[in-house]
């Protein structure tokens, strides 16, 4: 996260009622078919926050009626903010989770629901709950996910982490379509979560209803949404964007960009709207759009697909850039449209775009202006669907499953209190399961750990709002004999496993804490992870806030006085060489740079952690999916690839330790030749900040597809100057290397404070200077070879 620019933009402004509704007792009521979260037994805490704080919150148990008529706005709000938890004038809060829960029925709000920091509203998949404006709505949004109380809004959006909502119909029309009325309002950042929602909105001529508004942030990743209706279905800016699986039907314009620097749209469906996608805020002069990457998509009977304002002259030069591939089209006359004109034609019938941008390419020689066709990535066949697309899989919710299906941890034995050692009752519970075809609940809570938690093949662990496995403790202290956390599989292991919806931390000094060795082979089905986020430090309990860890730019760091209690890790996810076919989706791997629970404002609460390594894969098989991942503050690097092959990475996402080069990467892990870490070597003194850790690193890696990368490195020993937009880009020399025998397709390389954008074997391809854009520098599309 880093608390960046937000162009202005108009803004509506939210409304919150504050009623106080006594829980009433839940009517029994048949609310169809049910869903086991609803009727599992609710045991989550929050050990670290207040005692007795309920972390389940069924909107029934509220007073919610959810019948069509009665007005349940008081009872919602009530179920969100009940039990002190984190709104109003809150700076950020990871003790106070919640599940705010809606069963099947029709849910009438009269003014928006305040969406407290750290919830996950969730319905019940099988019947989806309606939650439905009523003609008399006031409030600019019906969810309002951060409201403006005053002149901003009340979290900084690059902030709003451990955030979901899931399983429900958003729909306002009985409000007139004069009315201007969003069904959510989501500036947010990463570990964030809309899943399997429909927005149902006047569809008529001149409705002013949206369905999604968001405005600010950096996150993130959303999938499987349907609009109907609605003048922008999705009115949208932010750092940067998954979004996989949404359909549009009927609206005025689909999808439309304050602002962005890069935006990965994957299986995407348009049909029947005036305009597909706009990204032509600013026009000519003063673009801000950064770039968007669309593939795997179809739009149909839409008279134009894209506008846009890029031009030879237009402003910042690479504003605008667009790539596109394998997007199917029917009735689409343009396919671009541009300020010249059209500038991809499309079809009266049906056509394939099957690879086609604009902006600034490498080939890797550049940088050459274009607007034109390009030839499409060679897809690996392991990593597609049957239709040639690439392989997706949406968070699993076994929404299918009984609740006998379930074997909670906690009536498991373990406690989850944060303090009881929970090792041995954790893996009795998990090898157990496996061999019962049960699914692991990890109720709400923190579990500490001593020693290596094992996964076996045909494990299946998800977990209530962000539950904590947390290492502590001599056994994952040792830098020289690093060990894993959760090591999923051993040494040639086979079969599958899908993990989903918690985290892994550790606990004070963890020098040899490898978060997650990924060891599994998987053949018929891939394994997957799915918001399972490494967080470091920074929360309550982790013994790493600004207590023992501030950050201490004044001061010289060196190999001597490093603090060795501010060691969080040695590497945060190792993909080694017998693991394949494993798909991760919205995973945030993430040493925290400040510290969640105090609460100053925005920059007060800064620390220095110490990691050394982020997300290294060294699979031989590779067939590895990277969808909305980021990987954040590590020493050596952030994502590292070492003799793979076959991966797939939509809109990766970096951001380089903020405290480099004070001290200097090389501080304070030893260099490790057997997992081929960088040495540095290449630095001589002669450079700037060549010393800092590096985004993205590739040796010997083949068939590596980049569907929009940020590679951001912000600050140089905590001063912003270094990134500053049109100035000198040099907060560190260089972010991106490819190395030995490598080839790698990018599209849309967005890099920000790196002097030079990618590096070839130690000398650069790419100056920032040649590639200006509206915060980033950006890159269309670049080939290696
Ligand atoms: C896309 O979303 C729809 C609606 O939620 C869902 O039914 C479908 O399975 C999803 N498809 C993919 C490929 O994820
Ligand atoms: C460009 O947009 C920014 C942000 O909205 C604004 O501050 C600036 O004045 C604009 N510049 C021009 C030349 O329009
Ligand atoms: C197409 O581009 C031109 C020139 O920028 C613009 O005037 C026109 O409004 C665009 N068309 C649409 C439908 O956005």
């Known amino acids: 996260m880093h608390l960046s620019a937000v162009l202005p933009v108009t803004l509506l402004m939210g409304s919150v009622a504050h009623g106080r509704v006594i829980p009433e007792a839940r009517a029994a009521a048949a609310d169809g078919p049910s869903f086991w979260m609803e009727s599992i037994e609710h045991q989550g805490v929050s050990p670290f926050g207040d005692s007795g704080y ?28 009940s039990g002190d938890r984190c709104g109003k004038d809150c700076f950020s809060s990871t003790t106070t989770p919640a599940i705010v829960y809606f069963p099947a029925g029709t849910y009438m709000i009269s003014a928006s629901i305040f969406d407290f ?22 409030g600019g949004y019906m969810i309002d996910g951060d409201p403006y109380f005053g002149e901003g809004l009340n979290w900084a959006a690059t902030t709003v982490f451990w955030r979901e909502i899931k399983n429900i119909v958003f729909d306002s029309t009985d409000v007139s379509p004069d009315t201007e009325i969003s069904g959510v309002h989501w500036p947010t950042a990463q570990a964030t979560n809309l899943q399997n929602l429909v927005f149902e909105m006047s569809a008529e001529e001149g409705t002013k209803h949206q369905g999604l508004f968001c405005e600010s942030g950096s996150a993130g990743f959303v999938s499987d949404l349907v609009f109907n209706g609605g003048k922008i279905a999705a009115a949208l800016g932010n750092q940067q964007f998954t979004m996989r699986n949404l359909t549009f039907n009927n609206a005025q314009t689909a999808i439309s960009h304050f ?16 305009l597909g996608i706009d990204i032509s805020t600013g026009g000519v002069v003063n673009g801000s759009v950064g770039s968007i990457t669309l593939f795997d998509s179809t739009i149909s009977n839409t008279p134009i697909a894209i506008n846009s304002a890029q ?7 690479t504003a605008g850039s667009i790539i596109l591939e394998n997007v199917d089209i029917m009735n689409v006359p343009v396919v671009v449209n541009s300020t010249s004109g059209t500038v991809l034609a499309g079809s009266s019938g049906a056509d394939t775009i099957a690879g086609w941008g604009q902006g600034n390419k490498y080939t890797p020689d550049g940088p050459t202006r274009f607007q034109d066709a390009i030839k499409p990535v060679t897809r690996p066949e392991g990593l597609l669907d049957d239709k040639g697309r690439y392989y997706s899989r949406s968070k699993p919710q076994y929404e299918s499953m009984d609740v006998s299906s379930f074997a909670s941890a906690r009536a498991g034995g373990a406690k989850g209190d944060g303090t009881t050692d929970d090792t041995a009752a954790l893996q009795k519970l998990i090898d157990s399961s496996a061999s019962a075809g049960k699914i692991v609940y990890l109720d709400a809570g923190v579990y500490k750990v001593t020693k290596t938690l094992t996964i076996p093949a045909d494990t299946k662990i998800v977990g209530e709002a962000y539950p904590v496995i947390m ?62 986020h490494v967080r470091l430090g920074g929360f309550e309990g982790s013994m790493q806030t600004t207590a023992e860890c501030a950050k201490t730019p004044e001061m010289e760091t060196t190999a001597d006085n490093v603090k060795q209690d501010c060691i969080a890790a040695y590497m945060l996810m190792h993909v080694t060489a017998g693991a394949s076919n494993l798909y991760m989706e919205n995973c945030w791997l993430w040493v925290s740079d400040h510290d969640m629970d105090v609460q100053t404002e925005a920059d007060g609460g800064q620390i220095t952690l110490y990691s050394g390594r982020g997300l290294n894969i060294e699979s031989t098989k590779g067939n590895i999916w990277l969808s909305g991942t980021s990987v954040e503050h590590n020493v050596l690097y952030e994502y590292q690839f070492i003799s793979t092959k076959n991966i797939y990475m939509g809109q990766i996402q970096t951001e380089s330790a903020y405290y480099q080069p004070n001290p200097s990467a090389m501080i304070p892990f030893t260099v490790n030749k057997d997992l081929h870490d960088p ?40 001063d912003a100057v270094c990134s500053k937009y049109g100035g000198e880009q040099n907060c560190q020399e260089a972010i991106f290397s490819i190395e030995g025998e490598s080839s790698i397709t990018v599209y849309n390389l967005n890099v920000l404070g790196s002097t030079s954008m990618i590096d070839q074997d130690g000398k650069s391809l790419a100056s920032h200077k040649d590639n200006q854009g509206v915060f980033t520098n950006n890159i269309a599309y670049f080939v290696n070879k």
């Open 259 to 274: 602002w962005d620097w890069g935006w990965t749209y994957q299986g995407i469906t348009i049909n029947d709207c005036k």
């Open 471 to 532: 290492s502590s403790g001599e056994f994952f202290a040792d830098q020289s004999a690093p060990k894993p956390v959760i090591q999923v599989g051993k040494e040639g292991s086979e079969g599958q496993v899908e993990l989903s919806d918690f985290l892994i931390s550790t606990q004070g000094a963890q020098a040899g804490a490898i978060l997650v060795e990924w060891n599994m082979a998987s053949t018929d089905e891939p394994s997957g992870m799915w918001e399972v």
């Open 311 to 317: 031009s030879e002259t237009s402003l910042p030069h």
């Open 54 to 81: 309920t972390v389940f919150r069924n909107v029934k148990d509220f007073g919610a009626a959810g019948d069509g008529s009665t007005d349940d706005t008081d009872a919602i709000n009530n179920a969100m903010s």
């Open 679 to 718: 040495d540095f070597s290449n630095c001589d003194g002669s450079k700037g900040n060549c010393e800092v850790g590096w985004g993205l690193r590739v040796v010997d890696s083949t068939d590596l597809h980049v569907y929009g990368a940020g590679l951001y490195s912000f600050f140089d020993n905590y």
């Open 117 to 138: 920091y750290n919830t996950k509203m969730i319905g019940n998949p099988n019947a989806m709950p309606v939650i439905k404006a009523s003609s008399n709505f006031e």
